[in-house]
């Protein structure tokens, strides 16, 4: 799937207005996105108008409620991982990493600094 940030005079830390992203989680409110920063991170629906609306058929859907539901790849879906990777675990860095390379998704990487 792929979004492009919609130019609306909104500031959005670490997106960059016109770009595309590409989507490698959703939940029912918003997209994980690959920020300029090179982080994972969850952002609103809202300040994305949608350029591929294709989901991979190996994605993980969980649904809690008829309209709350939660939806990741498989190397990504395990809980937790994102709490390990903002805490900088090296597991979940090179994790995800890998899972960026295998996917072809570079934008945004940065060199992480492993504690």
Do not use: C
């Amino acid at each position: 799937m792929k979004v492009r940030m919609i130019e609306n005079g909104a500031t959005v830390s670490y997106l960059t207005p016109g770009k595309d992203y590409d989507v490698i989680g959703l939940d029912h409110e918003s997209f994980r996105v690959v920020d300029d920063k090179g982080e994972p991170i969850l952002f609103p629906k809202s300040l994305f108008s949608v350029i591929d609306d294709h989901i991979p058929d190996d994605w993980i859907w969980d649904r809690y409620a008829e309209d709350e539901y939660y939806a990741n790849p498989p190397e990504l879906q395990e809980p937790g991982f994102y709490e390990d990777f903002h805490d900088r675990k090296p597991d979940a860095i090179k994790r995800f990493d890998d899972f960026l390379q295998r996917h072809g998704i570079a934008q945004g990487r940065t060199q992480r600094t492993l504690v």
